[in-house]
């Protein structure tokens, strides 16, 4: 039997309906009943036999961070996907980050060992990847992470995971990570992620940052994960990029897939910099949740560009491009959005 954790998530509600899709036996963990639902949504863009599917995967509630609940989520695994991950760039988060996400890791990798589990993927990000001072330079899995370097908390946290993850294989675990850049895919509209940025679009960007990043289609992701577990390819790491793509380039593509205004106005780096000292005065003075970090700014007119070749050339791989992503999942936006009007 297959584990997923972070089923009610992007990538882990796709990927369970891959599995299933492919007659797998699944059982998926979730922390909340009503993220559940999220998970039917997903499904329900590419089946009508949504019921069906659904109660077909072996839900167990449980918390990475809980050992005696995890101990019954593992009872007969042979192959694991942990997914699950706690995302935010809150520099005042920075604990739970690394509850979640480095001991939730661990957690999952020790379990892995005593129940002899037959392979890992974790799900990881190119923010744990280390960048080129020369922006014009490729960013690969060979680039090394810098600790001195101005790290989100996120980051932080997601290489601190991927050490849980190589200790791990030191100790006898079969292991793959995937570092996927900004993941596009249906759903998730209203919980962060790529999913928020079509929605903010849709009601009006006024500002676009000239930053580039990696993106990827959510169903690259599932389909590089699944056959890299079913290949015997272990304890190698793989970046998961269609396009490097300026955020600016993003935005006017997702505008016009929705018929919107683009946003017409340059945030430049100085008022970036305005913005998330603002931001921290409000969170300091009357507690307001961070929404612009330091590094987040700097990461929005920063160029990082990424290299996509390893996982094209051991899986023969190709990339849907990014358009059609965007085509594809500004439709899925538009649909939902038609449902709920």
């Given at each position: ?31 909340r ?13 590419f ?15 449980a918390?990475v ?25 809150e520099?005042?988060?920075?604990k ?33 990847i280390?960048?080129h ?67 903010q679009i ?24 699944y ?55 409000s ?5 307001k949740?961070?929404s ?15 290299n ?20 594809e ?13």
């Amino acid at each position: 039997m297959i584990l997923v954790t972070g089923g009610t998530g992007l990538v882990g509600s796709h990927l369970l309906f891959k599995l299933l899709e492919n007659g797998e036996n699944v059982r998926a963990i979730y922390r909340r009943e009503k993220t559940l639902e999220r998970v039917k949504q997903v499904f329900s863009y590419f089946s009508d036999n949504v019921d069906d599917l659904f109660n077909a995967i072996d839900w167990v509630e449980a918390n990475v961070t809980n050992i005696p609940q995890l101990q019954k989520a593992f009872d007969s695994i042979t192959k694991v996907y942990h997914c699950a991950a706690f995302v935010s760039f809150e520099p005042d988060k920075y604990k739970t980050l690394r509850k979640i996400n480095i001991e939730g890791t661990a957690n999952i990798v020790n379990l892995c060992i005593s129940h002899d589990v037959k392979k890992l993927c974790y799900v990881s990000s190119i923010a744990a990847i280390g960048h080129h001072a020369n922006p014009k330079k490729l960013i690969d899995e060979q680039t090394v992470w810098n600790p001195e370097d101005d790290n989100s908390v996120y980051a932080i946290t997601k290489y601190g995971a991927e050490l849980e993850i190589w200790r791990g294989t030191q100790e006898g675990l079969n292991a793959v990570i995937v570092n996927p850049g900004v993941i596009l895919g249906g759903g998730y509209w209203h919980t962060g992620g790529s999913g928020s940025l079509f929605k903010q679009i849709k009601n009006g960007m006024p500002y676009y940052t000239t930053g580039i990043t990696g993106y990827v289609d959510v169903w690259d992701v599932i389909n590089c994960m699944y056959n890299l577990m079913n290949s015997t390819i272990k304890n190698e790491g793989f970046i998961l990029v269609s396009d490097n793509l300026s955020f600016k380039d993003f935005q006017f593509m997702v505008a016009e897939i929705l018929e919107v205004q683009p946003p017409k106005k340059e945030a430049k780096p100085w008022l970036l910099a305005i913005a998330w000292r603002l931001d921290w005065l409000s969170f300091k003075l009357f507690g307001k949740r961070r929404s612009l970090s330091k590094q987040m700014a700097k990461s929005a007119v920063s160029i990082t560009k990424y290299n996509n070749s390893k996982i094209k050339e051991t899986l023969n791989f190709q990339f849907k491009p990014i358009k059609i992503s965007v085509k594809e999942v500004g439709k899925l936006f538009l649909e939902d959005l038609n449902k709920s009007s």
